[in-house]
């Protein structure tokens, strides 16, 4: 029995699909207007286990993911500037091709990490019909107001605006989200439609029945989720900053237009710090899986660092816990590298591992059963066929141990060597800071240095 912490609910339940054995699952993707951090790719990662203990129940998945290039703006109260067309500007290329460029980005960092995206993604700016045709079903059923700026969802006509959140309507009034956009009724109230600026010609804009402009941001979710998915399916992921807004309105605006409940199960991802902080432009510590490669890192020891921290845990990365990372992978390929042919496996750890990952995604735990089954005295045979089983979650690509170990064996070249001898000559001299300096070109230089 699979059990899901659901957001909506506010509690763990049993997880049970509308029409088992299939499974409908939406995911919000990345806004491609800047690279995707490592703080991004561990919610990929997070639906990536998810679907994969899904399959591992013999669900049936239907996973659909959009990427966001129109429409979202700089605040998610429907102030400031347009993302996409403020990221054309900072890169100095057209938005079509920012957007090209970075959710290729993106699907690089994925890749990387063994996580499986949906063959077609859904891009905002093809569905623009869809979604003008939702907020006309909303205009006809008086859930929408015009205003100078756009056309805009009238938060007090839906019931159980808050349910998703569980937020105090009065505590939100006092709160800091205040921003005023002229004409809004309630503070909560959020864009369908906004009119292009006046006198000024955007990148992306189309024609409606209200005029020319883009889509507000919330609205493109519904619209290709419900196409995807139908109006009424099981699972729809994101991270916990998509709560008290994207997904309340997301909420708000599809049961508003079909009088259904939307969707099922709530999951969400929590955040990442690095070295304990937000990461940020301003500190450099937004760092990209493409950082951590370059570092000489493998992109999996990330995977596997992910996997220690439970995903509705807030996870903090440093590049100590990387190489702590690296170092257990490595230990375990080598083990693995070590066995014979799969036989039959260890009953009672494949219990215990398919317990823990079926209690709300416990990966810090099924790692633990990993371990365990190391340290146990069944045979070689039986630790490859269970440890390989459990791989089809773990997504640490286990049976290349052999190969990946073989690889990694590279020839130390002349000028690391050198750097080396100057190193130990500072650390003698304890000059640890300049020493330091040599230890990261060398790590630049993509290998590592340990002191034993
Ligand atoms: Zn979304």
């Not at 920012?98 to 063994?114: G, H, I, P, T």
């Not at 804009?205 to 493109?220: K, L, R």
Request: charged share 30%; aromatic share 10%; glycine share 6%.
């Amino acid at each position: 029995m699979l059990k899901l912490y659901n957001t909506l609910s506010h509690q763990t339940e049993e997880f049970k699909p509308i029409n088992p054995p299939h499974v409908g699952i939406y995911s919000c993707g990345p806004t491609v207007y800047d690279y995707q951090h490592i703080g991004h790719i561990r919610r990929y990662v997070g639906d990536d286990i998810l679907i994969r203990v899904l399959k591992f129940n013999k669900f049936d998945i239907k996973h659909v993911m959009n990427i966001t290039d129109v429409g979202h703006l700089t605040s998610d109260a429907d102030t400031g500037e347009d993302k996409m067309e403020k990221g054309a500007k900072k890169f100095g290329k057209s938005v079509w091709d920012l957007a090209k460029m970075f959710e290729n980005q993106f699907k690089d960092s994925c890749r990387e990490l063994n996580v499986e995206l949906p063959k077609d993604l859904m891009h905002a700016t093809d569905y623009i019909k869809e979604q003008i045709e939702l907020i006309k079903i909303l205009e006809e059923k008086k859930f929408t107001y015009k205003t100078k700026d756009g056309i805009y969802f009238d938060t007090s006509k839906f019931k159980d605006y808050f349910k998703l959140s569980g937020q105090n309507p009065k505590e939100l009034k006092a709160g800091a989200r205040v921003e005023v956009v002229e004409g809004k009724r309630n503070v909560s109230d959020f864009a369908l439609w906004k009119f292009s600026p006046q006198n000024e010609k955007r990148q992306m804009e189309w024609e409606s029945p209200w005029g020319v402009g883009f889509p507000g941001w919330h609205i493109e979710c519904s619209a290709m989720s419900m196409k995807a998915l139908g109006e009424n399916f099981d699972i729809h992921t994101g991270g916990i900053d998509h709560i008290n807004i994207h997904h309340t309105n997301e909420i708000a605006q599809s049961e508003a237009a079909t009088g259904k409940s939307f969707v099922n199960y709530w999951v969400h991802h929590n955040f990442l710090t690095v070295d304990g902080q937000k990461m940020s432009k301003s500190l450099g510590n937004t760092y990209t899986v493409g950082d951590v490669i370059k570092k000489g890192f493998d992109p999996l020891a990330l995977r596997y660092l992910y996997l220690q921290t439970h995903y509705r845990q807030e996870m903090n990365f440093t590049w100590e816990a990387l190489e702590a990372a690296q170092t257990a992978l490595n230990r375990l390929r080598k083990e693995v590298a070590s066995f014979d042919e799969p036989k039959i496996g260890c009953a009672e750890y494949e219990k215990e591992f398919l317990e823990a990952v079926n209690d709300d995604l416990n990966m810090p735990k099924a790692l633990s059963v990993v371990w365990e089954v190391l340290a146990s005295s069944y045979p070689k045979t039986a630790k490859a066929e269970t440890l390989f089983k459990f791989d089809e979650i773990l997504g640490l690509n286990l049976k290349d141990s052999r190969q990946i170990l073989e690889s990694q064996k590279k020839e130390i070249p002349k000028e690391v060597k050198k750097l080396l001898e100057e190193r130990e000559v500072l650390r003698k001299a304890k000059k640890y800071e300049e020493a330091d300096k040599i230890r990261n070109k060398i790590i630049e230089m993509g290998f590592k240095v340990e002191d034993r």
